[in-house]
């Protein structure tokens, strides 16, 4: 069982940066991978990005190549979100959420968090 917390959204000018963060609680936290996901209003949730248990192996969505990179600090339990160059387009909740396989894929995930808001002005 894993407890996930996302923070660091807010709002920002098109072509500012934020850096989101997730902490978990537990001590398994390193055994989990981890991803993170966006739902824009009126529209499904869809995967932004994944990263296995160690960090090495990463998956992006093509909206987000270049832009965003996830990342993790398996000693403070905390995956992160660094999104440079936002675009209006990028306004979502945007949540994290860990499984057992590095995959875009969100039923694969068991642990989800409560989500933070990004909203991008033009």
């Known amino acids: 069982q894993v407890e996930l917390v996302e ?3 807010g709002l920002v000018q098109a072509g500012g940066s934020l850096r989101l963060s997730c902490a978990a609680s537990g001590r398994t936290f390193s055994s989990y991978c981890m991803g993170w ?3 824009a209003p009126g529209k499904e949730r869809v995967s932004v990005a994944a990263l296995s248990r160690t960090g090495s192996s990463t998956i992006y969505a093509d ?3 270049g832009r ?3 990342s993790r600090d398996n000693a403070k339990n905390t995956v ?3 999104m440079n160059n936002l675009k209006p387009e990028d306004t979502a909740v945007y949540y994290c959420a860990a499984g057992a396989i590095t995959t875009m894929t969100s039923s694969y995930y068991a642990y989800w968090g409560q989500g ?3 909203t991008v002005s033009s």
């Open 63 to 65: 909206s987000v190549k």
């Open 37 to 39: 996901f966006r739902q």
């Open 7 to 9: 923070s660091g959204g």
């Open 80 to 82: 992160y979100l660094q």
């Open 116 to 118: 933070t808001q990004v």
């Open 68 to 70: 965003f990179t996830i």
